[in-house]
């Protein structure tokens, strides 16, 4: 199966893209051909005002992709930008997307509404779901992996990919939704840096004690000897993310539901797990901030291999809406 996905680059990464980024790997190493990308296009479509640091946080993205176990023999690694027939995918396929369907795109308004600081009444912002379908139908992703609330974005590709088809005959699969399971912000709800309720993946354990141990737990447990929900408590579902083993997971259920164990131990169980998930990641990632050409290197060779493909797709599109080749 082939399948694509990308990220942003806002920043440092935090531990909800950590969940996403695992779902990658399993399915880079489930045997899929696999393309990820940085999507510093889709950056400029809420941020084109502040560029100042783009280049820095694009290779940033791609130094935390590979820390966290993206491998460049598997995957191909790559930047939008460096790959202009995106850019041509886009535009060919903004003739055929009627106005009035990007406008009903709910994240449009929503994102108009939350953003209203910022001027992104833009042609660029209303059209960033045409250039997500094709980054998406550039590569003949059998499967996208997004969470629930970008699943309507992918239900556009899908869309976008019939009328194309149906208009020039059949050149695009239409994707399917792999949908990313999603962990919580530390106060329970959406993950978000402008809440305040992320961990970054690079940071180190005081700052994640600082954080989890003041996390809120099962309103039930008032007191130690209260019985608890797991399933209520958003601590519980910290443990299912990081892995906490069986037997451990277990013993907690056991403990919490039975008040044998206080939320205090609950959770130093939790830091214990996230050190031993994330301190090879820091490793990796002070390895490839003192080896800043192994990161370009990946680079190169995901921009080269993602244009070949890239250049395949385009001669298909071309030729499919008889424009000249030469
Ligand atoms: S024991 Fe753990 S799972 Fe149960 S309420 Fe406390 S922190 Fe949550």
Same mark, same amino acid.
């Given at each position: =199966?082939?399948?694509?996905?990308? =990220?942003?680059?806002?920043?440092? &990464?935090?531990?909800?893209?950590?969940?996403?980024?695992?779902?990658?790997?399993?399915?880079?190493?489930?045997?899929?051909?696999?393309?990820?990308?940085?999507?510093?296009?889709?950056?400029?479509?809420?941020?084109? %005002?502040?560029?100042?640091?783009?280049? !820095?946080?694009?290779? +940033? @993205?791609?130094?935390?992709? *590979?820390?966290?176990?993206?491998?460049?023999?598997?995957?191909?690694?790559?930047?939008?930008?460096?790959? #202009?027939?995106?850019?041509?995918?886009?535009?060919?396929?903004?003739?055929?997307?009627?106005?009035?369907?990007?406008?009903?795109?709910?994240?449009?308004? !929503?994102? &108009?509404? !939350?953003?209203?600081?910022?001027?992104?009444?833009? @042609?660029?912002?209303?059209?960033?779901?045409?250039?997500?379908?094709?980054?998406?139908?550039?590569?003949?992703?059998?499967?996208?992996?997004?969470? %629930?609330?970008?699943?309507?974005? &992918?239900?556009?590709?899908? %869309?976008?990919?019939?009328?194309?088809?149906?208009?020039?005959?059949?050149?695009?699969?239409?994707?399917?939704?792999?949908?990313?399971? #999603? @962990?919580?912000?530390?106060?329970?709800?959406? =993950?978000?840096?402008?809440?305040? /309720?992320?961990? /970054?993946?690079?940071?180190?354990?005081? !700052?994640?004690? #600082?954080?989890?141990?003041? =996390?809120?737990?099962?309103?039930?447990?008032?007191?130690? +000897?209260?019985?608890?929900?797991?399933?209520?408590?958003? $601590?519980?579902?910290?443990?299912?993310?990081?892995?906490?083993?069986?037997?451990?997971?277990?013993?907690?259920?056991?403990?919490?539901?039975?008040?044998?164990?206080?939320?205090?131990?609950?959770?130093? $169980?939790?830091?214990?797990?996230?050190?031993?998930?994330?301190?090879?990641?820091? %490793?990796?990632?002070?390895?490839?901030?003192?080896?800043?050409?192994?990161?370009?290197?990946?680079?190169?060779?995901?921009?080269?291999?993602?244009?070949?493909?890239?250049?395949?797709?385009?001669?298909?599109? #071309?030729?499919?809406? /008889? *424009?000249?080749?030469?």
């Amino acid at each position: =199966m082939h399948v694509l996905s990308g =990220m942003r680059p806002t920043g440092k &990464l935090h531990i909800g893209h950590l969940i996403v980024l695992e779902n990658w790997i399993k399915l880079q190493n489930d045997g899929n051909k696999t393309f990820f990308f940085v999507a510093d296009w889709h950056m400029l479509t809420t941020g084109y %005002e502040n560029v100042s640091n783009l280049s !820095e946080l694009t290779t +940033t @993205l791609v130094r935390e992709y *590979l820390a966290v176990g993206l491998d460049p023999k598997k995957s191909v690694i790559f930047v939008q930008s460096a790959i #202009k027939e995106h850019a041509e995918l886009y535009l060919l396929l903004s003739m055929i997307v009627p106005l009035g369907r990007l406008e009903r795109v709910p994240t449009y308004k !929503e994102q &108009l509404r !939350e953003l209203k600081g910022r001027n992104i009444s833009t @042609l660029g912002f209303l059209g960033y779901p045409v250039l997500q379908a094709a980054d998406i139908l550039m590569y003949n992703a059998d499967g996208v992996p997004v969470s %629930e609330d970008q699943a309507f974005h &992918l239900e556009l590709t899908r %869309e976008i990919a019939r009328r194309f088809n149906s208009l020039y005959g059949q050149i695009f699969k239409e994707p399917k939704t792999l949908l990313t399971p #999603k @962990l919580l912000g530390t106060d329970g709800r959406k =993950m978000s840096k402008s809440y305040g /309720n992320t961990i /970054n993946i690079d940071t180190n354990m005081k !700052e994640i004690e #600082k954080t989890v141990m003041p =996390m809120k737990t099962d309103p039930a447990r008032k007191r130690r +000897t209260d019985p608890g929900t797991p399933e209520k408590c958003n $601590v519980w579902n910290y443990h299912l993310a990081f892995e906490t083993p069986k037997e451990k997971l277990d013993e907690i259920h056991y403990g919490c539901t039975h008040a044998t164990i206080g939320c205090v131990d609950c959770k130093r $169980v939790l830091l214990g797990n996230m050190k031993k998930r994330l301190e090879p990641i820091w %490793e990796r990632i002070e390895y490839f901030k003192t080896h800043p050409k192994d990161v370009e290197d990946v680079i190169l060779e995901g921009n080269k291999r993602a244009r070949n493909t890239a250049q395949e797709t385009m001669k298909k599109v #071309k030729s499919a809406m /008889n *424009l000249v080749q030469y």
